[in-house]
């Protein structure tokens, strides 16, 4: 009886309903595999700090079909390069693609198409094979190989809650062929109780460079459960940032892999709590081949009873030798009920490697509040200015200039004094 | 060409087995058995409930499967519980009456039981297999009040004291080990520093596993009253046996208000042979309660033997002000599996803590640093340091980090920090080149790369520490 | 005082020295130059017993002893040093505890007596002297944190604390400014003596200003392909490589 007041709904009100057309043997495997899956609890060492009981009682449901009268944000560098999806579904009338080279893919998946899962494995996990067994549409970037596409892609899923609590699955496969070179910006937003638990395979070849920019601000009631797989082929770069503000419980998941020597990683997270959120960035970075670099830096601002979690593992396999491995956990806790739980963690298996991590967790730095007490800002002042700062010195490598106008609004918006801020 | 491979590697000093007339029971483990050791020690029926309340909570726990380790599980019904050498009279009055066969034994590893011959200014409990054989410099210690004694002594001649505080740090629930322990014990060593003492000397105990079969289940006590402080150091050997032998410490440290408690460690159990084969299982729950007001627990430790350490040396820091430290080196080499680190409860305000571990992996072992920084709502004021690096020597060997920080008071400050390093050829050939031969040069890098968690150690344990260390990685590089 | 007899070497599957014959007496200065990859660096390195670097042929006599019998660190106690291009960084080791303890190791080896830490300290500030190097350094790990010019400078040092009979300075000027390279220049100078010989490996010939060779050889492809005397390096100043890379090949053909 306690298994199944464990496991919950939303299980059994997903893998109840239809299984949609396409990839039936990609869904019946997964739905194998969650037959010995139960939602994860906390005794589970990866779900340690992440309490999802609040899931336990809802009446999960399929999302139902969703409409909105205008597209709810625009990025004027993507307007011919824009993909919308409400509740898991293309929606035609707000999507624009128009002028991409020659031979690049950007637009709902064809059933069938793709070899869906090839980068994630078939390593048994709830929400992502929950999403196998059940996603609706899909969403495809391709870019040939050697193809440069200078316009950002945009990619939106807007979700709509409503009665019970809609479930819904967006899955999304980017794959660049060697030497191609890509801008994508993959956002979540919404409004009301639903719950979003998307899916997204990234396949870069030999060379290729994605720029990935991932915005989670879904309503302030939903879940998000995101799972991120890629694999960074030789001298490839994945350059990924995700900002988190929204839902009420999130987790981020992103596996990467280089598959092959000298690629680059950049993985920099940054998450934005207030009020009672919980955020979990739970990473895993793959070095499995000789001289691949990475990078990364996640920043948590915590405030009122909200909760960060952070565990970042990295593995450095046998034979990756000459691997550079640098990681950061940086925390700033606001109010007297935030938490910040963090682990860094270094599997090293070879002796040829520079690896470091760090974490720190803590309030300002005493020293930059005075000084800039001593250039005569108040201390309120003073502490707004470097909360502002921590949290806004990672926006500044996103590759999208209006989005990296949008994000430090929503920054400034969060910060107590924003409005005095406003030409930092 | 590097000249390394003609370096052999140095044998284990201390592998020889003593033979000598052993009192044991039989292999197992019940009620029966529990009720035997207690009846031999001839304690009191409260300590006896203690034992039985442990065992059954024992019964319904299983063994610890999160540790980076890698073993087959002890039969726990193959164990001796209690093996004792023969006195020659029913107790030792004096140490003309200790079977020579042992004095001689702990003569070859270095620790004379005569009070002449002993080490100037350090007093010993000897401990082997499951009893104290001596205690040194007891009745000048006592002259100040302080009480050092085997812990079997301590149940008889201060029940009140031990009553007091046995349990109170690690209680016998914590863990499958430390339950186990709580239930079959035999000896150990017992500490009280009175009110505003500083105890003159260093106090050690020697631990020696002797019997093929026996595991050895020490029980350590150490309190410090208020004001008080000490320095205790600890070590141990075993032979060289083809099984595993289990060793399930518990120890409990004290610390009342402006108490300091140093605790010092030189961990050397037989490790196994170069392919795995044998050595001792360490599983041990050390804790230690700063509960006074700016009290001090500091742990030191250079762990370089046993084929799997499974050891977390922890402060709980309720008191105000209080502090924690932690210095460890850890090495492990052929097929050695070591999961160690510390756990640091910030509870109390304004309360400090200080993590410096160095992992150094050789051979094809696997050395594990895993740690807690835990700051409670009301720890307001908290700061925690923590450094671990590990160093890597040769390709099969690896090197885990596992730190867990948890923080829940918005004034606290936790840092952490790890880096890698490595002993290549490039970094010997160097040494080398300028006429430095390769086992210097091992050591003299090993030694920088140990020298903040060196120069805590009591001096005489610093220099054995550096020794013991340049000898278990020889011929690992190259 | 160093034969080098149809030396060849290899690293992994490449042939790096391909038949070296280099005679080398007392007193005397060599340098060794010729373009990047042209076996100059390897050269040092395969005298002072660099693993990475198999010996496939030919001898080195070493003061009449066999070179190759001798470990790495039983040559440099015999005299033999290298200042390396790239000197590797210790963390946590003292620069002036290693620079005592290689000193000492020697002296044991020649029978001399030990300098205690006091003695030491007179001795390594005389040292330092030589050098200019500010004594700050003297405490600091081993070459953690150095500049290019602070290793350089670290590498002298422990030359005029070690007194090597042949000294091989690879690359000794780069990364060095001008004044660092005359301080260095001439405390090699103030080295040398009748009884010691120095070899450097350079690819540019500045630094033969500063220490003036007797004998330049220039080295392509693992070989000796011209030698000649000072003169030379000022040839191949004006010149550069490439012709004396073509005379050799017109010379083989």
């Given at each position: 009886m306690a298994q199944a007041t464990a496991e919950g709904?939303?299980?059994?009100?997903?893998?109840?309903?239809?299984?949609?057309?396409?990839?039936?043997?990609?869904?019946?495997?997964?739905?194998?595999?969650?037959?010995g899956v139960e939602l994860p609890g906390q005794g589970e060492e990866a779900w340690k700090y992440l309490d999802l009981r609040p899931l336990w009682e809802l009446p999960f449901r399929p999302a139902p079909p969703s409409r909105v009268e205008a597209c709810p944000t625009i990025l004027p560098e993507a307007k011919a390069s824009r993909l919308v999806f409400l509740n898991g579904r293309c929606d035609p009338h707000h999507c624009s693609v128009a002028g991409l080279p020659d031979g690049v893919a950007f637009r709902t998946l064809v059933p069938g198409e793709a070899a869906l899962g090839t980068v994630l494995g078939e390593e048994p996990a709830f929400f992502p094979d929950l999403n196998a067994a059940r996603f609706m549409e899909g969403a495809i970037l391709r870019v040939p190989a050697g193809c440069r596409v200078v316009t950002p892609l945009h990619l939106l899923f807007w979700n709509q809650g409503g009665?019970?609590?809609?479930?819904?699955?967006?899955?999304?496969?980017?794959?660049?062929?060697?030497?191609?070179?890509?801008?994508?910006?993959?956002?979540?937003?919404?409004e009301g109780a639903y719950l979003s638990a998307p899916v997204v395979e990234v396949l870069l070849e030999e060379g290729a460079v994605l720029d990935h920019e991932r915005i989670q601000r879904e309503g302030p009631e939903a879940f998000h459960f995101a799972t991120l797989g890629a694999q960074v082929a030789g001298r490839a770069a994945y350059r990924?940032?995700?900002?988190?503000?929204?839902?009420w419980i999130s987790r981020q998941e992103p596996r990467i892999r280089f598959t092959g020597e000298e690629a680059e990683l950049t993985l920099d997270g940054l998450a934005l709590l207030g009020g009672r959120q919980v955020a979990d960035t739970h990473s895993r970075i793959d070095h499995a081949h000789p001289r691949c670099v990475s990078g990364q830096l996640h920043k948590c601002v915590a405030g009122d009873r909200s909760r960060a979690v952070f565990n970042g593992r990295i593995l450095v396999h046998p034979g990756a030798q000459q691997t550079d491995a640098r990681q950061q956990s940086r925390n700033l806790l606001l109010s007297e009920e935030a938490r910040v739980d963090t682990k860094p963690q270094l599997e090293i298996f070879a002796d040829d490697v520079k690896c470091a991590h760090g974490a720190a967790i803590g309030q300002l730095d005493p020293e930059e509040l005075f000084y800039l007490q001593s250039r005569g800002f108040s201390p309120e002042l003073a502490r707004n200015v470097l909360t502002y700062g921590f949290a806004s010195d990672l926006l500044g490598r996103i590759a999208v200039p209006s989005l990296r106008r949008r994000l430090r609004h929503a920054v400034l918006d969060r910060t107590e004094g924003g409005a005095q801020l406003e030409g930092l | 060409m590097s000249g390394l491979e003609g370096i052999t590697s140095q044998e284990y000093k201390y592998g020889f087995v003593t033979e000598i007339d052993a009192e044991s029971v039989a292999p197992g483990l019940d009620e029966g058995v529990i009720r035997l050791i207690s009846a031999k020690k001839g304690e009191p029926e409260w300590l006896l409930e203690f034992r039985l309340k442990a065992y059954r909570h024992w019964l319904t726990l299983s063994e610890p499967a999160w540790a980076n380790v890698h073993y087959e599980r002890p039969d726990f019904q193959k164990i001796v519980y209690y093996s004792a050498?023969?006195?020659?009279?029913?107790?030792?009055?004096?140490?003309?009456?200790?079977?020579?066969?042992?004095?001689?034994?702990?003569?070859?590893?270095?620790?004379?039981?005569?009070?002449?011959?002993?080490?100037?200014?350090?007093?010993?409990?000897?401990?082997?297999?499951?009893?104290?054989?001596?205690?040194?410099?007891?009745?000048?210690?006592?002259a100040v009040g302080i009480v050092f004694c085997s812990f079997s002594e301590a149940v008889r001649e201060h029940p009140d004291l031990v009553k007091k505080y046995l349990g109170t740090v690690v209680p016998f629930s914590d863990n499958f080990y430390a339950a186990l322990n709580s239930a079959v014990?035999?000896?150990?060593?017992?500490?009280?520093?009175?009110?505003?003492?500083?105890?003159p000397m260093d106090l050690s105990t020697y631990f020696r596993i002797n019997n093929k079969e026996s595991g050895q289940f020490e029980r350590t006590l150490i309190v410090a009253e208020e004001g008080a402080s000490v320095s205790y150091l600890e070590g141990c050997t075993a032979p060289q046996f083809d099984t595993n032998q289990l060793h399930a410490a518990v120890v409990e440290l004290v610390a009342l208000d402006d108490a300091s408690i140093k605790y010092s460690t030189v961990q050397n159990w037989y490790a196994g042979d170069k392919d795995g084969k044998g050595g001792i299982f360490n599983f041990v729950t050390k804790r230690g309660l700063c509960r006074g007001r700016r009290s001090k627990i500091s742990w030191t430790q250079v762990e370089t033997g046993s084929a799997i350490t499974w050891k977390y040396p922890s402060c709980v820091l309720a008191g105000e002000e209080s502090v924690g430290e932690f210095y460890s080196v850890a090495l492990t080499n052929h097929r050695q599996q070591a999961d160690t680190g510390t756990k640091m409860v910030h509870l109390g305000r304004n309360t400090r803590s200080t993590i410096i571990s160095k992992g150094i992996s050789a051979g094809r072992s696997s050395n594990s640093y895993r740690g807690l920084v835990k700051v409670h709502p009301k720890a307001a004021g908290a700061r925690n340091f923590s450094q671990c690096d590990s160093m890597l020597i040769?390709?099969?060997?690896s090197a885990h980090t596992f730190p867990y920080i948890e923080v829940q008071n918005r004034s606290a400050r936790v840092e952490h920090e790890a880096t890698t390093s490595k002993i290549g050829e490039e970094q010997l050939l160097y040494f080398q080149q300028r006429g430095i031969p390769a086992e210097d040069a091992i050591s003299m890098i090993i030694n920088g790369f140990c020298k903040e968690v060196f120069r805590e150690l009591p001096m005489e344990f610093a220099v054995e520490a550096t020794k013991l260390l340049s000898l278990k990685l020889e011929g690992s590089v190259g | 005082m160093l034969s080098i007899r149809h030396l060849t070497a290899r690293i992994g599957e490449t042939e790096v020295l391909r038949g070296i014959d280099l005679e080398i007496r007392a007193g005397e200065v060599h340098a060794i130059m010729g373009p990047n990859g042209s076996g100059k660096s390897t050269l040092g390195k395969v005298l002072v017993g660099h693993p990475a670097y198999e010996v496939t042929g030919g001898e080195v006599l070493f003061q009449g002893a066999n070179l190759f019998e001798l470990e790495p660190d039983a040559r440099a106690r015999a005299g033999l040093f290298m200042g390396f291009q790239h000197p590797i960084e210790v963390p946590g080791v003292s620069n002036t505890a290693f620079l005592r303890l290689a000193y000492?190791?020697?002296?044991?080896?020649?029978?001399?007596?030990?300098?205690?830490?006091?003695?030491?300290?007179?001795?390594?500030?005389?040292?330092?002297?030589?050098?200019?190097?500010?004594?700050?350094?003297?405490?600091?790990?081993?070459?953690?944190?150095?500049?290019?010019?602070?290793?350089?400078?670290?590498?002298?040092?422990?030359?005029?604390?070690?007194?090597?009979?042949?000294?091989?300075?690879?690359?000794?000027?780069?990364?060095?400014?001008?004044?660092?390279?005359?301080?260095?220049?001439?405390?090699?100078?103030?080295?040398?003596?009748?009884?010691?010989?120095?070899?450097?490996?350079?690819?540019?010939?500045?630094?033969?200003?500063?220490?003036?060779?007797d004998f330049v050889h220039v080295l392509n492809g693992g070989r000796i392909i011209k030698q000649g005397g000072k003169e030379l390096a000022h040839e191949l100043e004006a010149r550069g490589y490439d012709w004396v890379k073509d005379e050799s090949l017109a010379g083989r053909a």
């Amino acid at each position: 009886m306690a298994q199944a007041t464990a496991e919950g709904g939303l299980k059994p009100a997903m893998l109840g309903s239809p299984r949609p057309g396409g990839w039936d043997l990609f869904r019946s495997s997964a739905e194998q595999r969650l037959e010995g899956v139960e939602l994860p609890g906390q005794g589970e060492e990866a779900w340690k700090y992440l309490d999802l009981r609040p899931l336990w009682e809802l009446p999960f449901r399929p999302a139902p079909p969703s409409r909105v009268e205008a597209c709810p944000t625009i990025l004027p560098e993507a307007k011919a390069s824009r993909l919308v999806f409400l509740n898991g579904r293309c929606d035609p009338h707000h999507c624009s693609v128009a002028g991409l080279p020659d031979g690049v893919a950007f637009r709902t998946l064809v059933p069938g198409e793709a070899a869906l899962g090839t980068v994630l494995g078939e390593e048994p996990a709830f929400f992502p094979d929950l999403n196998a067994a059940r996603f609706m549409e899909g969403a495809i970037l391709r870019v040939p190989a050697g193809c440069r596409v200078v316009t950002p892609l945009h990619l939106l899923f807007w979700n709509q809650g409503g009665e019970g609590c809609p479930v819904v699955l967006p899955r999304l496969f980017v794959h660049l062929g060697a030497g191609a070179e890509a801008t994508l910006v993959e956002e979540h937003a919404g409004e009301g109780a639903y719950l979003s638990a998307p899916v997204v395979e990234v396949l870069l070849e030999e060379g290729a460079v994605l720029d990935h920019e991932r915005i989670q601000r879904e309503g302030p009631e939903a879940f998000h459960f995101a799972t991120l797989g890629a694999q960074v082929a030789g001298r490839a770069a994945y350059r990924s940032r995700t900002v988190s503000f929204g839902a009420w419980i999130s987790r981020q998941e992103p596996r990467i892999r280089f598959t092959g020597e000298e690629a680059e990683l950049t993985l920099d997270g940054l998450a934005l709590l207030g009020g009672r959120q919980v955020a979990d960035t739970h990473s895993r970075i793959d070095h499995a081949h000789p001289r691949c670099v990475s990078g990364q830096l996640h920043k948590c601002v915590a405030g009122d009873r909200s909760r960060a979690v952070f565990n970042g593992r990295i593995l450095v396999h046998p034979g990756a030798q000459q691997t550079d491995a640098r990681q950061q956990s940086r925390n700033l806790l606001l109010s007297e009920e935030a938490r910040v739980d963090t682990k860094p963690q270094l599997e090293i298996f070879a002796d040829d490697v520079k690896c470091a991590h760090g974490a720190a967790i803590g309030q300002l730095d005493p020293e930059e509040l005075f000084y800039l007490q001593s250039r005569g800002f108040s201390p309120e002042l003073a502490r707004n200015v470097l909360t502002y700062g921590f949290a806004s010195d990672l926006l500044g490598r996103i590759a999208v200039p209006s989005l990296r106008r949008r994000l430090r609004h929503a920054v400034l918006d969060r910060t107590e004094g924003g409005a005095q801020l406003e030409g930092l | 060409m590097s000249g390394l491979e003609g370096i052999t590697s140095q044998e284990y000093k201390y592998g020889f087995v003593t033979e000598i007339d052993a009192e044991s029971v039989a292999p197992g483990l019940d009620e029966g058995v529990i009720r035997l050791i207690s009846a031999k020690k001839g304690e009191p029926e409260w300590l006896l409930e203690f034992r039985l309340k442990a065992y059954r909570h024992w019964l319904t726990l299983s063994e610890p499967a999160w540790a980076n380790v890698h073993y087959e599980r002890p039969d726990f019904q193959k164990i001796v519980y209690y093996s004792a050498p023969k006195p020659r009279k029913p107790q030792y009055g004096s140490m003309d009456e200790v079977d020579p066969e042992l004095v001689r034994t702990f003569e070859k590893l270095g620790v004379p039981l005569h009070e002449r011959e002993a080490l100037a200014g350090v007093a010993v409990d000897v401990v082997f297999d499951s009893v104290s054989v001596t205690t040194t410099y007891k009745e000048k210690l006592g002259a100040v009040g302080i009480v050092f004694c085997s812990f079997s002594e301590a149940v008889r001649e201060h029940p009140d004291l031990v009553k007091k505080y046995l349990g109170t740090v690690v209680p016998f629930s914590d863990n499958f080990y430390a339950a186990l322990n709580s239930a079959v014990f035999t000896d150990g060593s017992f500490v009280f520093i009175p009110k505003g003492v500083q105890c003159p000397m260093d106090l050690s105990t020697y631990f020696r596993i002797n019997n093929k079969e026996s595991g050895q289940f020490e029980r350590t006590l150490i309190v410090a009253e208020e004001g008080a402080s000490v320095s205790y150091l600890e070590g141990c050997t075993a032979p060289q046996f083809d099984t595993n032998q289990l060793h399930a410490a518990v120890v409990e440290l004290v610390a009342l208000d402006d108490a300091s408690i140093k605790y010092s460690t030189v961990q050397n159990w037989y490790a196994g042979d170069k392919d795995g084969k044998g050595g001792i299982f360490n599983f041990v729950t050390k804790r230690g309660l700063c509960r006074g007001r700016r009290s001090k627990i500091s742990w030191t430790q250079v762990e370089t033997g046993s084929a799997i350490t499974w050891k977390y040396p922890s402060c709980v820091l309720a008191g105000e002000e209080s502090v924690g430290e932690f210095y460890s080196v850890a090495l492990t080499n052929h097929r050695q599996q070591a999961d160690t680190g510390t756990k640091m409860v910030h509870l109390g305000r304004n309360t400090r803590s200080t993590i410096i571990s160095k992992g150094i992996s050789a051979g094809r072992s696997s050395n594990s640093y895993r740690g807690l920084v835990k700051v409670h709502p009301k720890a307001a004021g908290a700061r925690n340091f923590s450094q671990c690096d590990s160093m890597l020597i040769g390709q099969a060997c690896s090197a885990h980090t596992f730190p867990y920080i948890e923080v829940q008071n918005r004034s606290a400050r936790v840092e952490h920090e790890a880096t890698t390093s490595k002993i290549g050829e490039e970094q010997l050939l160097y040494f080398q080149q300028r006429g430095i031969p390769a086992e210097d040069a091992i050591s003299m890098i090993i030694n920088g790369f140990c020298k903040e968690v060196f120069r805590e150690l009591p001096m005489e344990f610093a220099v054995e520490a550096t020794k013991l260390l340049s000898l278990k990685l020889e011929g690992s590089v190259g | 005082m160093l034969s080098i007899r149809h030396l060849t070497a290899r690293i992994g599957e490449t042939e790096v020295l391909r038949g070296i014959d280099l005679e080398i007496r007392a007193g005397e200065v060599h340098a060794i130059m010729g373009p990047n990859g042209s076996g100059k660096s390897t050269l040092g390195k395969v005298l002072v017993g660099h693993p990475a670097y198999e010996v496939t042929g030919g001898e080195v006599l070493f003061q009449g002893a066999n070179l190759f019998e001798l470990e790495p660190d039983a040559r440099a106690r015999a005299g033999l040093f290298m200042g390396f291009q790239h000197p590797i960084e210790v963390p946590g080791v003292s620069n002036t505890a290693f620079l005592r303890l290689a000193y000492n190791k020697k002296a044991e080896a020649e029978g001399r007596d030990e300098l205690d830490p006091l003695e030491w300290e007179d001795f390594i500030r005389e040292k330092i002297r030589l050098v200019e190097m500010d004594a700050a350094f003297l405490d600091r790990s081993l070459n953690e944190g150095f500049s290019g010019g602070e290793k350089k400078r670290n590498e002298i040092l422990q030359m005029a604390v070690l007194e090597p009979r042949l000294a091989i300075l690879d690359e000794l000027d780069s990364g060095l400014d001008i004044d660092a390279l005359r301080i260095l220049g001439e405390a090699v100078n103030r080295l040398m003596n009748p009884d010691r010989a120095l070899i450097l490996i350079t690819h540019f010939p500045r630094i033969l200003e500063m220490i003036q060779p007797d004998f330049v050889h220039v080295l392509n492809g693992g070989r000796i392909i011209k030698q000649g005397g000072k003169e030379l390096a000022h040839e191949l100043e004006a010149r550069g490589y490439d012709w004396v890379k073509d005379e050799s090949l017109a010379g083989r053909a």
